[in-house]
């Protein structure tokens, strides 16, 4: 089955830049937008951003201005910039696949925001 990869994670100071990309094991035919959650520790997984097949893109207001989703479709991935991160964006960034029927889920990367 398909297969979500997820990257790019690590440990970044306050202010700094990192980019998350999400690979997929196989074109996905028919999806319908793709997305990156987020779960910071004591609290629920929220939606930092998706973008749909017509490249419209949504975004958490927390991280409007300062992230960034794009998709490549001819590789099946999906990217998240991230600028200007803060503390508060410390949290497990899960990549995300939707078709008519499923979710599809990365297994997670660990972005840590500390001074």
């Known amino acids: 089955q398909v297969q979500l990869v997820e990257s790019g994670g690590g440990l970044v100071q306050p202010g700094g830049s990192l980019r998350l990309a999400c690979a997929a094991s196989r074109r996905i035919f028919s999806i319908s937008a793709m997305g990156w959650y987020r779960q910071a520790p004591g609290k629920q997984r929220e939606l930092v951003a998706r973008i749909s097949r017509g490249d419209s893109t949504n975004y958490a207001d927390s991280v409007k201005g300062r992230f960034t989703i794009s998709r490549d479709i001819a590789t099946s991935t999906v990217y998240l910039q991230m600028n200007s991160l803060k503390p508060e964006d410390t949290a497990v960034y899960y990549c995300?696949?939707?078709?008519?029927?499923?979710?599809?889920w990365g297994q997670g990367t660990q972005v840590t925001v500390s001074s």
């Open positions: 995300t696949a939707e078709d008519a029927q499923f979710i599809y």
